[in-house]
């Protein structure tokens, strides 16, 4: 982990502590540099993940940054008692990264989401962000990431997206990191967003933190997910408790 910023420990995972503005501003001035950087987004179900697999939470703690994704994470520093500044979200992140690298001429490779996604992704980015290089992006249908690896390995983009989900998406950026001296980033879902297949929740929901629950009544199917958010604030309940 990159120590600029102070740290504050969820479940074991070390969130960095600051505001989206001091953070952008480090990752750009690594990018400039070339620095080998890799971000994890983590939200609860992260954090739950990798308190029952011991390599993930190895992968995590790899990583220079993880960023406090979801509500529930500052909800559960809160508990903890070491409050955060505030959520720096990964599809927020990404589009500040974008918008950057359109005014500063950089480079991107796209990976991840269904083909239909990634060629609306490829469509909006050209048009929205004219200056950026895409100088690669692959679908997420994919059994070997060897040849993409060797591409981005050729090409030495200045950032590198991968929308394949966890944990698959960071155990990736961890064995292949080293081929690109740039940024890495797991990017999740935010690709079907970017690309207008699915929606983000409106502003009222976003203000109010309640974009989890417009999510719930978007996509029902994604009841048995949400679930971990109870389960994970009763553990950090557990664990502030002990801490006392």
Do not use: C
């Given at each position: 982990m990159?120590?600029?910023?102070?740290?504050?420990?969820?479940?074991?995972?070390?969130?960095?502590?600051?505001?989206?503005?001091?953070?952008?501003a480090?990752i750009?001035?690594?990018i400039?540099h070339?620095?080998?950087?890799?971000i994890?987004?983590?939200?609860?179900?992260i954090?739950?993940?990798?308190?029952?697999?011991?390599?993930?939470?190895?992968?995590?703690?790899?990583?220079?940054?993880?960023?406090?994704?979801?509500?529930?994470?500052?909800?559960?520093?809160?508990?903890?008692?070491?409050?955060?500044?505030?959520?720096?979200?990964?599809?927020?992140?990404?589009?500040?990264?974008?918008?950057?690298?359109?005014?500063?001429?950089?480079?991107?490779?796209?990976?991840?989401?269904?083909?239909?996604?990634?060629?609306?992704?490829?469509?909006?980015?050209?048009?929205?962000?004219?200056?950026l290089?895409?100088?690669g992006?692959?679908?997420?249908?994919?059994?070997?990431?060897?040849?993409?690896?060797?591409?981005?390995?050729?090409?030495?983009?200045?950032?590198?997206?991968?929308?394949?989900?966890?944990?698959?998406?960071?155990?990736?950026?961890?064995?292949?990191?080293?081929?690109?001296?740039?940024?890495?980033?797991?990017?999740?879902?935010?690709?079907?967003?970017?690309?207008?297949?699915?929606?983000?929740?409106?502003?009222?929901?976003?203000?109010?933190?309640?974009?989890?629950?417009?999510?719930?009544?978007?996509?029902?199917?994604?009841?048995?997910?949400?679930?971990?958010?109870?389960?994970?604030?009763?553990?950090?309940?557990?664990?502030?408790?002990?801490?006392?």
């Open positions: 990159s120590n600029e910023f102070p740290q504050i420990k969820v479940l074991n995972v070390p969130f960095i502590n600051t505001t989206q503005t001091a953070f952008l480090a750009e001035a690594r400039n070339r620095e080998n950087t890799f994890v987004t983590a939200n609860p179900e954090v739950m993940y990798a308190r029952n697999d011991s390599h993930y939470q190895q992968i995590l703690e790899n990583a220079d940054y993880i960023t406090p994704d979801g509500i529930g994470i500052l909800k559960g520093a809160a508990i903890l008692g070491q409050p955060m500044t505030e959520r720096i979200t990964g599809y927020d992140t990404l589009l500040a990264l974008l918008a950057w690298g359109n005014q500063q001429g950089k480079s991107v490779y796209l990976v991840g989401a269904k083909p239909d996604v990634i060629k609306d992704v490829k469509k909006v980015v050209a048009a929205r962000y004219p200056e290089k895409v100088v992006a692959r679908d997420g249908y994919f059994n070997d990431f060897t040849p993409i690896a060797q591409d981005i390995a050729q090409k030495q983009p200045d950032m590198v997206f991968l929308a394949v989900g966890f944990p698959k998406q960071e155990q990736l950026i961890a064995d292949y990191r080293h081929q690109n001296n740039g940024l890495w980033m797991g990017v999740g879902g935010s690709f079907d967003v970017l690309s207008g297949h699915t929606k983000r929740a409106p502003e009222f929901f976003q203000k109010h933190h309640l974009e989890w629950f417009y999510r719930l009544i978007t996509e029902p199917t994604r009841l048995k997910r949400m679930m971990v958010l109870p389960r994970y604030l009763k553990v950090v309940k557990q664990s502030a408790r002990k801490s006392k």
